[in-house]
């Protein structure tokens, strides 16, 4: 099979693993049982040995359809060719009572034929372990077992099976109105294999899905414009949060490139403090402080027994809150398009990052404010943190991009350094909490002076990426969105029009969307190319629109940044990391960064419009 675009997929998933479901009908990628497991489909990264699950027509041509669900994570996929139509109907069964040690993998695979009688093909590959380990198939009365040493699924279905290389597959016929239900489980020890999901029970557990989905989006509190990609952004987010912890991730797939046939091949299946703490951002400002809650529980958790460790917190941490995450090359997986090497792991683990205390403070500020207030314990634990910040804010470090290069004083480390003291008195001051406040002032001071003194450039008139650099960078865009500086000061707006000219002329743009730094100008320790940040997309056009509120040709600006940049949004609303030169999906997909910045821009710049109205 030849490998589909990355933005031609789909996920579902159960807030414990998710599947890439292409639109043909292929699930290309799937872990199971949780996000970090070895895959047991993964197309995704070699079209050849890594294994899928197809249902699809047999007759050609055919067109396809995929859409959500209304309001769900429900996934349906449409199949319309000259013999009628078909619908596929792809979901993971969430249960909402699930206790701790409970949970099974469980996915359900329902075709329906809408018109006509239709002929289609069924093939069911596995391929363990990244395609590592040797299976066994075995057919049963009602369907086939996948065995392994470590692994058993069970694949249920009414229609015969016959066994091939690496799996099964069939021929069938349906007429119109008929259904049949695939159901893949995970076979636990102890279980039996006579666990056949009937057509009454699959159609049970679809409406319990359906109704968990709407009654989790339901609790969300924004009206605003764009309320259709909010909420699916909302909905995606909530598939990335690790149920049994609380722990985010960042994306649930691995080594997706970030140029074809490059290197930038990276594992995204971790929690990192910086996507969690703006994504705990992004729930709280649509009312979603449950999952707040259970994130700082979780990194609570990690971060007790090592809180005298140096630096005390890790960039990253295991969705089980494990502190190794050894990185790994798959030599023996091809890589998307072939795009090697495959990596699982992530080295990064161990980097230097400032900017995570910042963003990890600012989560905390945000929770006492609009969530359960921090308890005295939580105190001493952010106090232990911003301690350590004033001790090693001067250190050079490896940055929010983690270069794998020389180690710098990036401006963007020391402003979210200025963020964590920033934050640590005003919770303080809030809660009368003991600290001390003088000292932290003292140092908050002098980390403003260092930003405005070293991380400007006269010749640029812009803020660079570090201390002595002429290079631009586009987490320099959040200052004003963590209120750091004016968005209308001189400075920024200055450092706004540097960043707006073409990447031929010395800026980040290119098409209205925005690279995180030129590549011919920072040296971040690796060959290649990428494509352009989403992100960063988004926080220009937040911080577009924050000065929007005086500047109203910079609201228009905004406004229709951020329409152009939906536009880039795949088929059913969903984002990978980077877009190319030829407005493809690049980088792990789909991507928490890009769906919590959209949120955060949509948010403010609605809030800008409202009051312009007025």
């Excluded at 093939?123 to 075995?138: G, L, S």
């Excluded at 021929?171 to 239900?181: P, S, V």
């Excluded at 106090?383 to 001790?391: A, G, R």
Aim: aromatic share 12%; proline share 4%; net charge neutral.
């Amino acid at each position: 099979m030849a490998y589909q675009p990355i933005e031609n997929h789909a996920i579902i998933g159960d807030m414990h693993t998710v599947a890439l479901v292409a639109i043909d009908g292929s699930i290309d990628w799937l872990c199971i049982p949780y996000f970090d497991s070895p895959s047991v489909f993964g197309a995704l990264l070699d079209d050849k040995k890594g294994g899928f699950f197809k249902i699809a027509p047999s007759e050609h041509p055919v067109s396809y359809k995929q859409f959500y669900w209304p309001g769900t994570n429900v996934l349906v996929t449409r199949y319309l060719s000259t013999q009628g139509a078909a619908e596929l109907m792809d979901f993971m069964p969430v249960d909402s009572t699930e206790n701790a040690g409970s949970y099974r993998f469980r996915l359900i695979r329902r075709l329906t034929v809408v018109r006509g009688t239709i002929s289609f093909s069924f093939e069911c590959r596995p391929a363990f372990n990244y395609a590592q380990d040797q299976h066994e198939t075995e057919l049963t009365t009602i369907g086939a077992v996948f065995s392994t040493e470590k692994l058993r699924l069970l694949l249920t279905t009414d229609i015969p099976l016959e066994i091939c290389k690496n799996g099964v597959v069939s021929n069938f016929t349906l007429r119109e109105g008929q259904i049949t239900d695939f159901a893949l489980v995970q076979l636990l020890p102890g279980s039996e294999w006579g666990m056949h999901i009937s057509s009454r029970e699959a159609e049970n557990l679809f409406r319990q899905t359906v109704c968990y989905w709407r009654n989790w989006i339901a609790r969300c509190k924004y009206s605003g414009r764009w309320r259709e990609m909010v909420y699916r952004s909302a909905l995606t987010l909530k598939l990335l949060t690790f149920k049994p912890t609380g722990a985010i991730i960042a994306a649930p797939t691995t080594s997706l490139p970030e140029e074809i046939g490059g290197i930038r091949n990276w594992d995204y299946r971790f929690s990192w403090i910086r996507d969690s703490a703006f994504t705990i951002y992004a729930f709280m400002r649509l009312g979603f402080t449950e999952e707040a809650q259970n994130y700082m529980e979780f990194l609570s958790k990690v971060y007790r027994g090592f809180s005298r460790k140096n630096p005390p917190l890790q960039i990253m941490y295991g969705i089980d809150g494990r502190h190794e995450l050894k990185e790994m090359e798959l030599n023996h997986l091809d890589g998307y398009k072939g795009s090697r090497p495959v990596r699982v792991g992530n080295g990064a683990y161990q980097q230097l990052q400032l900017d995570i205390y910042g963003e990890l403070l600012d989560a905390v500020y945000l929770c006492n404010k609009y969530g359960a207030p921090i308890s005295f314990e939580e105190w001493l634990e952010v106090k232990h943190l911003i301690e350590w910040v004033c001790e090693n804010w001067q250190l050079e470090d490896e940055g929010i991009w983690e270069v794998r290069g020389k180690k710098r004083h990036f401006i963007y480390s020391k402003l979210m350094c200025w963020v964590a003291l920033d934050r640590g008195l005003r919770l303080a001051e809030k809660r009368s909490f003991p600290a001390d406040t003088s000292r932290w002032r003292k140092i908050r001071n002098e980390i403003y002076t260092f930003i405005m003194e070293k991380g400007w450039n006269a010749k640029k008139k812009a803020f660079v990426q570090s201390s002595g650099s002429e290079a631009l960078d586009a987490s320099i865009l959040m200052m004003p969105l963590v209120f750091f500086i004016s968005p209308v000061d001189p400075m920024m707006l200055s450092t706004l029009q540097a960043i707006m000219r073409s990447s031929h002329e010395g800026g980040l743009l290119a098409n209205n969307l925005v690279y995180r730094y030129n590549l011919r100008k920072t040296d971040d320790g690796l060959e290649g190319k990428e494509g352009t940040f989403n992100i960063c997309t988004f926080w220009l056009v937040e911080a577009l629109a924050r000065a929007g509120q005086y500047r109203p040709q910079l609201l228009e600006e905004a406004h229709l940044l951020f329409e152009r940049m939906l536009g880039f949004a795949n088929h059913v609303g969903l984002y990978a990391e980077e877009i190319g030169f030829s407005g493809e999906a690049l980088g792990n997909f789909p991507q928490a960064l890009t769906h919590l910045s959209l949120i955060s821009a949509a948010y403010n710049l609605n809030k800008v419009l409202d009051a312009k109205e007025k």
